[in-house]
């Protein structure tokens, strides 16, 4: 069965600066791979997706994300946050490793920002 | 377009009560995934429809909770009896097409708490 680890449970960075949020996956075909985020009072919404092709993805609000099958990680980062980042991220995978099956999620890891 | 619609957003009730949670998915999408965060932990995967049919209820965690979909359209979660453990969020998520991935949508939740 698949899993995720997100190894950061809380992660705090100052306004301005870079941003990286570990996630590595356990699965031995090349799985769908997607990251979301979580603001307070929220549902989920989606920051990006990895199915094939170009291993550097681009999502929404600036966000990107690099599939390295090597190590098992799908690692999101964003140049520069802004106070409004803060919020819970997700890093899931699809249970069968395709097709339209539910996900599987990492714990999650709060971002918080400092002014 | 409204989005994924979940009631009630909170429900309080005592151990040994029975509390039906709704979901309401976005019009015309096929595929309807049910997942619940209990504290501390991950977001689990509970069970999926397709139209009206439970595709995959692997994640349903014991015969207290049944899951029904009417008609393909709205599907409702209950919980008979409710015990102290089945406190967390409940989430309700939708996508189009069931033959292939579709970026699943979520609903803002509906919190439970069994005193």
């Known amino acids: 069965a698949q899993s995720v680890t997100q190894p950061d449970i809380h992660i705090t960075v100052s306004e301005g600066a870079s941003l990286e949020l570990r996630c590595n996956y356990s699965?031995?075909?090349?799985?769908?791979l997607f990251w979301y985020v979580q603001s307070p009072g929220q549902g989920l919404q989606l920051l990006l997706k990895?199915?094939?092709?170009?291993?550097l993805v681009q999502g929404i609000k600036g966000f990107e994300a690099e599939f390295k099958r090597s190590q098992s990680s799908f690692n999101l980062r964003k140049p520069s946050v802004h106070w409004s980042d803060a919020a819970e991220y997700f890093c899931?995978?699809?249970?069968?490793?395709?097709?339209?099956?539910?996900?599987?999620f990492g714990k999650g890891t709060h971002l918080i920002i400092q002014p | 377009e409204a989005g994924v619609t979940q009631f009630p957003s909170h429900s309080v009730i005592e151990k040994g009560q029975t509390v039906t949670l709704r979901c309401d998915p976005i019009?015309?999408?096929?595929?309807l995934y049910w997942y619940r965060r209990v504290m501390g932990k991950e977001i689990k995967f509970l069970l999926h429809?397709?139209?009206?049919?439970?595709?995959?209820e692997s994640g349903m965690p014991n015969n207290r909770f049944l899951a029904e979909r009417t008609g393909g359209t709205y599907s409702t979660l209950k919980v008979q009896p409710a015990e102290l453990e089945d406190s967390g969020v409940y989430f309700c998520?939708?996508?189009?097409?069931?033959?292939?991935?579709?970026?699943?949508?979520f609903g803002p939740g509906t919190r439970l708490t069994v005193l």
């Open positions: 998520a939708s996508s189009q097409a069931w033959y292939s991935y579709n970026e699943q949508f």
């Open positions: 899931a995978v699809v249970r069968s490793g395709g097709g339209a099956d539910g996900l599987t």
């Open positions: 429809f397709v139209k009206e049919s439970k595709q995959d």
């Open positions: 699965y031995g075909a090349t799985p769908y």
């Open positions: 990895y199915f094939s092709g170009d291993t």
């Open positions: 019009s015309g999408h096929d595929n």
